[in-house]
């Protein structure tokens, strides 16, 4: 997260932290979990890659999102993972502020496959656990019900379809 906010602060997290170089996905008792980080919201592709290729049910977004792009941008970006992917986001959210340059958006989620907003912290910036049911037979309804994995274009089809 290298970047120049308007209005805000200039953030290098590459400076004391190295990107990773594997898309992570596991299983666990509450399904198999696609692993990633807040920048990655900003990254669809990923989320694509965790959902077709890898079998992802559940994916994960802690995060520190700024106030300034969590304002804008936080739940729309979550929201949109899940609808596109068909799969739960369960997204943690640091909040407040850090310091007198770095403050946190917060709003700690978790969103079912239809885009649902199914748990929320009551206040954005506080503290604590929401928790929400992992329903398989609604992941499996849905992804039925709207096959777009049957659907999809392979990428060589869209680079085909460009020349």
């Not at 209005?7 to 596991?26: D, L, Q, R």
């Not at 666990?28 to 992802?56: I, K, M, W």
Request: with cysteine.
């Amino acid at each position: 997260f290298d970047v120049d906010v308007p209005g805000g602060t200039v953030y290098k997290e590459s400076s004391f932290t190295e990107a990773g170089k594997e898309i992570v996905a596991v299983d666990s008792p509450f399904g198999r979990l696609g692993v990633t980080v807040c920048y990655d919201l900003r990254f669809p592709e990923l989320y694509q890659q965790l959902r077709f290729n890898h079998e992802a049910q559940v994916l994960l977004v802690p995060a520190a999102f700024t106030k300034v792009t969590g304002q804008a941008h936080w739940e729309i970006l979550l929201r949109a993972r899940a609808i596109e992917t068909q799969c739960y986001v369960i997204a943690a959210a640091q909040a407040g502020k850090h310091n007198d340059k770095r403050e946190s958006y917060g709003n700690t989620l978790i969103i079912d496959p239809w885009g649902t907003v199914v748990g929320r912290l009551p206040d954005r910036l506080s503290t604590g656990i929401t928790v929400a049911d992992i329903d398989f037979s609604m992941i499996d309804s849905v992804r039925a019900k709207m096959p777009i994995s049957k659907h999809r274009k392979p990428t060589e089809f869209w680079k085909s379809a460009c020349l």
